[in-house]
Nanobody, 122 residues
Framework: QVQLVESGGGLVQPGGSVRLSCAAS????????MGWYRQAPGKQREFVAA?????????NYVDSVKGRFTISRDNAKKMVYLQMNSLKPEDTAVYYC??????????????WGQGTQVTVSS
């Protein structure tokens, strides 16, 4: 089992950057595929980015963030990061960290953090 705690959200201006962090506790962190999801008010939670287990050689992103967001992991620190650049108002949402054993991001399985709010506004 793994517990997840997100941090790093806040208010940022359009075009700005922010880095989200996800701290994991529990054993065997490296065996989990890690992902970020987001949920905007009145909308369904959506997949944003994911990184494969182990050394994280494989990443994937939703089309709307490709080229702007970068996911990474540090297994020694049990951390996952989401670097968000060129932010847009439509990126405003609560961002959730997710850990799962299978790399199928079309469902809401696995472990979840409590979320961190990102608001993009001038």
């Amino acid at each position: 089992q793994v517990q997840l705690v997100e941090s790093g959200g806040g208010l940022v201006q359009p075009g700005g950057s922010v880095r989200l962090s996800c701290a994991a506790s529990g054993s065997m962190f490296s065996i989990y595929h890690m992902g970020w999801y987001r949920q905007a008010p009145g909308k369904q939670r959506e997949f944003v980015a994911a990184i494969s287990s182990g050394s994280g050689v494989s990443t994937n992103y939703v089309d709307s963030v490709k080229g702007r967001f970068t996911i990474s992991r540090d297994n020694a620190k049990k951390m996952v990061y989401l670097q968000m650049n060129s932010l847009k108002p439509e990126d405003t949402a609560v961002y959730y960290c997710n850990a799962r054993r299978e790399p199928d991001y079309s469902n809401y399985r696995g472990y979840w953090g409590q979320g961190t709010q990102v608001t993009v506004s001038s």
